[in-house]
């Protein structure tokens, strides 16, 4: 009887509302096509408002499942390595090498997942990573000059791919070649990292391990377990620097950009907080953050959350289906894609009030949708793939976010040309996002 109960309840989701699009190319170009970060795109807003959150489509030459379900994508990320592997649109494997813990499955992927949870541990995101960003930070703003007009995506890229480099590889200097090469071509990058004999004692990287307890980098790491191939660790380590400071660098150009445009309320909040920080400090030159100072920033904490809600780095993840897959009354048929479409979660108006409004306060109000919004916020995905690197992004976003905002205060530079956010699919800066600093002297630096 149950068997008989789920045949007739079961619906392939060639049932499910949607449209397959032009035969071949499917639904693929109209659903990749640039909209503005303001908005969800055509696509989306259309395809929501005709067919509800959950549509079937033809994308990338594939059956595919849009989802903008709060609840498939958790079903569907949670079951990553089990029923569903990523989709990849392009040839990453070219780029990030074979090895790259974006392939690894199964008991490597575990192996991957462990290296990274010791160099992204609580202890080390307390000392040396709030340390580095710190210094990073201060250096940056103290390199811009009142009425300079900065490239805001380039400034936010120099911080992030400085404190991975110095925390994968130990590059401390702006000049060492192969940060050089980092900033300008990952592959370039590899052939240099791998060209120097970085087996031998006594060479930089065995003697970086002097010091402080968790002072070691990634590569170090990984060399020290002995179990890993040249080309394991190449491509593990190429991962993990993109990973590392490609989203974050996007994330704090569109905070940037969403300050820049936001009320004055915000800013006054965010200074508040920040020279409270300052003013608490017995001596004033002492001028490093600590860990406590990091705890103390609940509103800038509102901030990032507010702004990763919004910007949503990485929009949509597509999966495939690895086996038939059943889920409440549908079966998702094996070697199907599902989209799992962060964004339109994050901008759903019934689960964020004004879902475009940049309201940080939203986050400090205990209120009735306190449960819908926990379940719809996955700026970081979830399940078995979900960012490792969550503690440091946010880390980072707010130690920047402190140098800037009691140094300075900035508004949109004017230019030629339109210079905003749009998703291309991925949120991109084509313009470069221009601002224009005023330097502040809100407290006395002796
Ligand atoms: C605002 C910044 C960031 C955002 C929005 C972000 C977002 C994401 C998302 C959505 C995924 C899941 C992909 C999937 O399910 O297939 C992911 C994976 C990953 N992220 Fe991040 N990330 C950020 C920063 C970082 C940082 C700072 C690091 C490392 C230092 C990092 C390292 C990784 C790695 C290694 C993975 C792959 C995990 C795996 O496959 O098991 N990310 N990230």
Redesign the pocket.
């Known amino acids: 009887v149950s068997l008989l109960w789920f045949s007739t309840k079961e619906k392939p989701f060639k049932a499910l509302p949607g449209n397959r699009g032009w035969p071949l190319a499917g639904e693929t170009l109209s659903f990749l096509k640039p909209y503005s970060a303001n908005s969800l795109g055509v696509y989306m807003n259309n395809h929501i408002s005709r067919y509800g959150k959950i549509f079937s489509s033809n994308l990338l030459g594939r059956e595919a499942i849009v989802s903008a379900d709060a609840e498939l994508n958790r079903f569907v990320?949670n079951r990553?390595g089990k029923q569903f592997k990523?989709a990849w649109f392009a040839a990453p494997r070219k780029i990030f090498g074979r090895e790259s813990?974006?392939f690894?499955t199964g008991k490597t992927?575990m192996k991957?997942?462990s290296i990274?949870a010791d160099?992204?541990s609580m202890k080390r995101l307390q000392t040396v990573f709030l340390e580095d960003a710190d210094h990073l930070a201060s250096d940056l703003t103290k390199s811009w000059r009142d009425g300079d007009v900065i490239s805001a995506k380039q400034e936010s890229f120099k911080y992030?791919i400085k404190l991975?480099a110095k925390s994968t590889l130990s590059i401390k200097e702006e000049d060492d070649p192969r940060m050089q090469m980092l900033q300008r071509d990952y592959s370039h990058f590899l052939s240099a990292i791998f060209s120097l004999p970085l087996n031998i004692p006594g060479m930089k990287y065995w003697n970086a391990l002097q010091g402080d307890e968790y002072n070691y980098d990634l590569l170090e790491m990984l060399m020290e377990r002995k179990e890993y191939s040249n080309e394991e660790i190449e491509d593990f380590m190429l991962?993990?620097i993109f990973?590392?400071?490609d989203?974050?660098s996007?994330?704090i150009t569109f905070m940037l950009y969403l300050l820049a445009n936001s009320p004055s309320a915000v800013i006054t909040a965010l200074q508040e907080e920040h020279l409270k920080i300052i003013n608490s400090r017995s001596d004033k030159k002492q001028q490093k953050l600590s860990w406590d100072d990091y705890k103390s920033m609940k509103f800038s904490r509102c901030v990032i959350k507010e702004t990763?809600r919004l910007s949503s780095?990485?929009p949509f993840?597509p999966?495939v289906a690895t086996e038939d897959v059943r889920y409440k009354e549908m079966i998702i048929p094996r070697g199907s894609l599902v989209i799992v479409h962060?964004r339109a979660v994050q901008l759903d108006p019934f689960a964020f009030h004004n879902p475009m409004n940049f309201n940080p306060w939203r986050w400090l109000d205990a209120c009735c949708d306190d449960e819908k919004r926990k379940r719809s916020y996955?700026?970081?995905?979830?399940?078995?793939?979900?960012?490792?690197?969550?503690n440091?992004?946010?880390l980072?976003?707010a130690v920047l976010l402190h140098h800037i905002i009691i140094n300075y205060e900035w508004e949109m530079a004017e230019s030629a040309a339109p210079d905003r956010p749009i998703y291309l699919p991925y949120l991109d800066f084509p313009g470069g996002l221009h601002i224009r600093i005023k330097a502040l002297h809100l407290f006395d630096r002796n």
């Not at 996955?378 to 969550?390: A, I, Q, S, V």
Request: net charge positive.
């Open positions: 990320l990553d990523t813990i974006a690894a992927h991957f997942r990274i160099f992204l992030c991975m991962g993990m990973a590392g400071h989203s974050t996007r994330a990763l780095v990485a993840i999966k962060m996955m700026p970081f995905g979830g399940g078995t793939r979900m960012c490792p690197g969550e440091l992004a946010q980072e976003m």
